[in-house]
């Protein structure tokens, strides 16, 4: 398996410290969309590293491609997970959310208010980190999502795909296939950017004003809301469907609020969302999707153990 090369790329076949340690962030970027949970997916990193630095010399400078074979233990390592994480989200209270990630800065307009991202940084902020993009990964058999998003998503081949998932590259071809039709399946027309933003401005103005009519015209009447509190924070234990439902629902929540509430614009998971404070504190994420001007789908992570990288950012 051979890693793919981005701009800003400087590897090279040399398994020195420097060389290894550079896999990092792809080890990273690769596992968080496997997993849907940056804690987990770090986890797994370090286990892959474990298992480098467990090997002698020897077997090290056996290695042609560390990285290559750094990306093969990761891999595995997370087929693994995924094939245990049914059984452990069944336990799992409430709705359960991918972990979401924050973007390197607030959105002005639905444009980045940052300097140039790195090049190396391009994955992270593609379609293939937003939360409705994860959301859907979240239906795909382990190997299904493993094959895609190695193949499609990493553009590995489907031979070195078959090195992870164990099976032939026929197979892991038919996999991806599969995970594609899952994906078109459920895909709406995405909202620009700005189209986001915008929505997404008036959205929270409505919210902070209180203004019921408002919200059902932002709202889809078939909007939906999920909420993950994973039993440490309150959350709806059931999705909220329903544009005036819903609207009821966010007025009555700003109105029961005791102390500062607040809500600021954040990037979450590469697209414009909402991070909200409670007395200064982050208590709450709020990730959207919008077709034709209108939300469709709020996913809302109140789980703290979900919130950390957005306590210390």
């Known amino acids: 398996m051979s890693t ?3 701009p800003g790329d400087d590897r090279h076949d040399d398994p020195g410290l420097s060389t290894v340690a550079g896999e990092r962030r792809h080890l990273l970027n690769l596992a968080y969309r496997m997993l849907g949970s940056r804690a987990d997916a770090e986890d797994v990193v370090q286990e892959a590293y474990a298992r480098w630095y467990a090997m002698s010399r020897q077997e090290q400078d056996a290695v042609k491609a560390p990285g290559a074979w750094l990306t093969t233990v990761a891999g595995r390592i997370c087929l693994n997970l995924l094939g245990s994480a049914r059984v452990r989200r069944e336990r799992y209270v409430g709705q359960w959310i991918p972990e979401p990630v924050p973007g390197d800065t607030d959105w002005i307009g639905g444009e980045r208010s940052a300097a140039p991202v790195d090049p190396a940084d391009r ?3 593609d379609e293939s980190i937003t939360m409705a993009f994860l959301v859907v990964l979240e239906a795909m058999t382990p190997a299904e ?15 070195e795909v078959a090195e992870v998932v164990g099976r032939t590259p026929g197979a892991c071809r038919q996999l991806a296939s599969s995970a594609r039709r899952r994906l078109r399946a459920t895909r709406a027309p995405a909202a620009s950017p700005a189209q986001l933003a915008g929505v997404i401005r008036e959205f929270k103005e409505a919210w902070e004003a209180k203004d019921i009519d408002a919200l059902v015209g932002l709202l889809d009447p078939g909007a939906t809301v999920t909420a993950d509190g994973g039993g440490l924070a309150n959350a709806e234990p059931s ?3 329903g544009g005036e439902r819903i609207a009821r629902h966010l007025v009555e929540l700003a109105t029961r609020s005791v102390g500062d509430l607040t809500f600021e614009p954040r990037t979450v998971n590469a697209e414009p969302g909402l991070v909200a404070r409670h007395d200064g504190a982050v208590v709450a994420v709020y990730a959207f999707a919008v077709a ?6 709020i996913w809302v992570v109140l789980n703290p153990e979900k919130l950390r990288s957005w306590t210390t950012d």
Do not use: C, M, N, Q
Not at 145 to 159: E, K, P, T
């Open 239 to 241: 999705p909220l469907e």
């Open 145 to 159: 999502r493993v094959a895609f998003i190695l193949h499609d998503v990493f553009r590995y081949s489907f031979a």
């Open 292 to 297: 034709e001007g209108r939300i469709t789908h």
């Open 4 to 6: 793919p090369a981005e």
């Open 123 to 125: 994955v992270t902020l």
